[in-house]
Every structure is written in C-alpha cells, then in structure tokens.
C-alpha cells in the first residue's frame, strides 16, 4: 500500500492537544506507511512535538480555532473557517490528505465532511458505523448518532453502507442485517420501520430481519440498522453497563480472601475481556457514505484511542 497521509484534528477531544500529539506519535512508530498532518495552533504543536523523538512523518497545519461541542454544529462551521476541524476537512478536499481524524463535535464534523468532503453518489446520509464487540467478533453499529432521524430509505442505505464496510474492512462474508426494533414480528414498529424492513427485504441483502436490543452484545448479526438517536442511546448504555459490570466484578472479586485468589487465578480473562469493551481499543467511527476517509473519536480519547483511530484510516483505506 502507498503512504496514506491522514490529517489529525488536534483540539477537538476532551484531553486536549497533548493526547493528539502523543497518539499521534505511537501512530508513527508503529505504522510504517502513514503520514500525519497534525491540525492546531502552530506554536503549541511545535512545543509538544518536541517532547517526543519521532521518525520525522509528522508535519503541522496551523488552524487557531476551535469548534466547541456546544456549539451549533451549523453556525460554527460557516463562521469558524480557521477551526481545526474545517482547515483539516479542506486539507482532505484540496487531495492533500486522504482522511482525518477527529474527536471533536460529532455534528460539526458531519455538517463539515458533507460540505467540503461531499457524499458518495446515490447516497442520502452519511450514518456513523461504531464496532460493538460480542462473542463472535464485532457488529456494526448502523447509524450511531449522526442522524437523530431517519427516512426508510436511510435505513436501507445504512444497510448497504455497513453490509459492504463488515465485508471489505472487516473480511466478513455475506454480512447479516437485522433492522433494530421492539419485536422480531415483521409488522413489529412505527411506520418508518415498517417500511425500512420491506426496503431491506427487497434490498438483496443477507437481511435476518427485526432484532431485539438483547440480541445486539450476542452477536445476532453483523450490522445493526437504526436511526442515530437509537444508535447513540445503546452504544452509551453499552459503554456504561461494561464499565458497571467490571467495577462490580471487581468489587466482589475483592470481597473475601477465597473470593481474591479466585481473582488472581483469572486475572488474565479479566484483562482480556476489559480489553475487549474499551472503546480505545477500536479507536474511532467511521462516516460512510462520504467520498473520502472520515474517522469520529471518542471525545475523551487518550493517546491509545487517537493511535487506534489512525488505525481505522488505514484499514478503510486497504478496503476501498
């Protein structure tokens, strides 16, 4: 594969400019074929960058602003043309750069990459896809929180979008789609779903059908179809139910002295399955739908998180 430059949005994310910057150095370390573009101020970029000793593929964009997540995502995007997130997104556009990452305002970034980056042909939407682990390997969550609402047809292209990601990205075969609803019944839901299961249905895809929430950390399919505001609510509890459990796993792990050694004794499934749920194992999301590589982090991503969504640049590059 040839180099891959990936832009990086430096402030963004919740642990600042310094979290990016180290992510963005274990990156090239470990990557031997990916050159970044760190987005930021200029000054303090330079100044962290010197902390670190790197192989020299970690260049600067100064951008001196940047899009608050309490901001409008559409305000902020036309008044902001110097924050981190639009300079990157155009550094992308004008062909300098075949993706970007950022951990910032997941709605400024879709309002962005749509503008400047612009949607694939024939695509409505862009959805944002997040890899929910269970215990056959991952299911992709379709969409995530990028559109609280969703046409029919959305759903069915969030579908398609996701059927051919689990395939090319994630070497999946003839991935399953189930439509996320409140009952397996086909007549099971409101109107819109009704008519995105007869869509998905004819749609050519290996689609199972309506799945229930419970069936999603089981593995039941590949890709999980829903609208963003659905999405966004199980891909939270997901994320707080799994740092519940470790935490009272580990309460009662430490409740006794038998109970400890019993602990001890499984210490290394328990890394491992702790492992599994961390979303900065994943890194990042991707936005499908669009004409180039856009990677959404988890607004709290530490160094490992900006790492692994490099990381995700690189594999939807190799499956393109």
Request: with cysteine.
């Amino acid at each position: 594969m040839n180099r891959l430059t990936i832009a990086v949005d430096t402030m963004g994310g919740d642990l600042g400019a310094e979290a990016a910057v180290e992510g963005a150095v274990r990156a090239v370390e470990e990557f031997g074929n990916v050159h970044l573009v760190l987005v930021g101020p200029e000054d303090e970029l330079a100044g962290l960058l010197k902390k670190h000793s790197h192989t020299g593929r970690i260049e600067i964009l100064h951008a001196p602003d940047v899009i608050l997540p309490s901001e409008s995502p559409t305000l902020a995007f036309r008044r902001k043309k110097e924050s981190s997130i639009v300079v990157g997104l155009k550094h992308v556009k004008d062909g300098h750069a075949g993706g970007f990452v950022s951990a910032g305002s997941t709605g400024a970034l879709l309002t962005g990459a749509t503008v400047l980056i612009g949607r694939q042909q024939g695509i409505e939407r862009p959805a944002l896809g997040t890899l929910l682990p269970t215990p056959k390997g991952f299911t992709l969550l379709m969409d995530s929180g990028a559109n609280m609402d969703a046409k029919p047809s959305w759903l069915k292209q969030f579908g398609e979008m996701g059927a051919e990601y689990m395939q090319r990205c994630m070497g999946v075969t003839n991935p399953r789609v189930g439509l996320i609803n409140v009952g397996s019944e086909e007549e099971k839901g409101n109107a819109a779903a009704k008519e995105a299961f007869l869509l998905l249905k004819e749609s050519g895809l290996n689609f199972i059908g309506n799945i229930e929430g419970r069936e999603i950390p089981a593995g039941a399919v590949d890709v999980a179809v829903c609208d963003g505001f659905t999405g966004n609510v199980i891909l939270k509890f997901m994320e707080g139910f799994a740092k519940t459990m470790m935490g009272m796993i580990k309460e009662e792990i430490t409740s006794s002295p038998i109970s400890s050694i019993g602990g001890m004794l499984a210490k290394g499934a328990f890394r491992k399955l702790k492992k599994r749920f961390d979303y900065r194992e994943v890194g990042g999301a991707p936005f499908l739908g669009l004409n180039h590589i856009v990677i959404k982090a988890h607004g709290s991503s530490d160094a490992l998180a900006i790492k692994n969504a490099i990381r995700q640049c690189i594999v939807f590059e190799k499956g393109k």
